[in-house]
């Protein structure tokens, strides 16, 4: 335990720099930790992350609901799909996170961060699925999870 409760890190072996040739470092060459060099692990880098956001409420028009979920899909970069009806909407896009926990709270932010500026209604998150690129992909070729009908923009149901 570090001071005050907190865990210390784990301290990380220091990296070794190569020449360019892919010889050895001369002996001039100090090493570089992963902090220092600003390199990070494969594992803490971003992946990408397939998002299925269910949401819920009161019936809108469905004209003013494609709209706002056009805007939506404008305004975020990774959207794939959006199914609809008049008192409920399915969101599919891919998310780029370190991890898990990280995507699942992106994507339990994002129909509220962008309700004002994409003229959302005020519904409530009553679903949501993350899954890997690996797992997504392995749940097509199974045919398992399949792909919605409409690949790309934003469809009603």
Do not use: C
């Amino acid at each position: 335990m570090g001071r005050r409760g907190q865990e210390a890190l784990p301290e990380r072996p220091p990296r070794r720099l190569t020449s360019i040739s892919g010889g050895e470092p001369d002996s001039s060459v100090r090493e570089l930790s992963q902090a220092e060099s600003g390199v990070e692990d494969e594992q803490e880098q971003a992946r990408l992350w397939h998002v299925v956001l269910s949401v819920a409420g009161r019936s809108t028009p469905l004209d003013e609901l494609r709209a706002a979920l056009e805007r939506l899909a404008h305004d975020h970069s990774f959207f794939l799909t959006a199914r609809y009806a008049a008192d409920r909407a399915e969101l599919r896009y891919w998310e780029q996170a370190r991890d898990l926990h990280d995507a699942a709270a992106i994507a339990l932010r994002l129909w509220g961060e962008h309700k004002a500026t994409a003229n959302l209604p005020p519904w409530e998150i009553v679903g949501l699925e993350v899954v890997d690129r690996p797992t997504y992909h392995q749940r097509i070729s199974e045919g398992f999870g399949d792909p919605p009908p409409h690949l790309g923009g934003v469809h009603p149901y």
